[in-house]
């Protein structure tokens, strides 16, 4: 069965260092891939989606994914966060024999301390 | 542009009774969908609707409906609430459906059943 996996609920780090959060997913099929971020108290906001193309995306406040298809992986990294990254992040795959569905990992706790 | 954008931002209701949570779709957009985020976890898809009609449903029982109007707003109607559905309940519209399309999230809706 389909599924996404983020193993690491929490993540703290320090400031202007950098990140790696990870996402593994399982599908039968092809998948486009999602990173989301949920403020406190917000909806979820897209970062950066993988549809076809180069495998490796950017958004535009400095992270990147990559994904990985022998892996099945599309890790979330930034090369320096701010304490304003502070979030949760959540990894989405959309299989792509199925239009209207995103499945989300359980999210991830981005800390970032000063 | 106005955003997704949801009612009431916050619910207490005690089990078994019916609750009706409202969204409006960003303009130009066709599709909502319908996610249950409890508490810790990712997004759970609920349904979707096109143009009035619902076009992939996920794993929640009947007592979860839902209704698109022909402005394309949307309703999600819970009847016989259960403790387990406390949770932050989100709406995303889309233009299309596609299978490219990227959902835009509504703030949500906490609803807590007591």
């Known amino acids: 069965a389909q599924s996404v996996t983020q193993l690491d609920s929490q993540v703290p780090v320090f400031e202007e260092a950098p990140v790696e959060l990870r996402c593994n997913y399982s599908s039968s099929v092809s998948v486009y891939l999602f990173w989301y971020v949920q403020y406190p108290n917000q909806g979820l906001q897209l970062l950066l989606k993988y549809l076809s193309g180069s495998t490796l995306v950017e958004s535009i406040n400095g992270f990147e994914a990559e994904f990985n298809k022998s892996q099945t992986s599309f890790h979330l990294r930034k090369p320096s966060v701010h304490i304003s990254d502070t979030a949760e992040y959540f990894c989405?795959?959309?299989?792509?024999?199925?239009?209207?569905?995103?499945?989300f990992g359980s999210g991830t706790r981005l800390l970032v301390r000063p | 542009e106005t955003g997704v954008t949801q009612s009431p931002t916050h619910l207490i209701k005690t089990r078994g009774q019916q609750v009706t949570l409202r969204c409006s779709s960003q303009?130009?957009?066709?599709?909502v969908s319908w996610y249950q985020q409890a508490l810790g976890q990712g997004p759970q898809f609920i349904f979707q609707y096109y143009r009035e009609e619902e076009n992939g449903r996920g794993n929640f029982p009947p007592r979860f409906s839902g209704l698109q109007f022909p402005n394309y707003s949307s309703e999600l109607n819970v009847n016989a609430l259960e403790l387990d559905d406390s949770a932050l309940y989100l709406c995303a519209s889309s233009t299309s459906g596609g299978i490219t399309d990227t959902q835009y999230f509504g703030p949500g809706t906490r609803l807590t059943v007591l």
């Open positions: 989405a795959v959309r299989e792509m024999d199925s239009s209207y569905k995103l499945i």
């Open positions: 303009s130009g957009h066709n599709t």
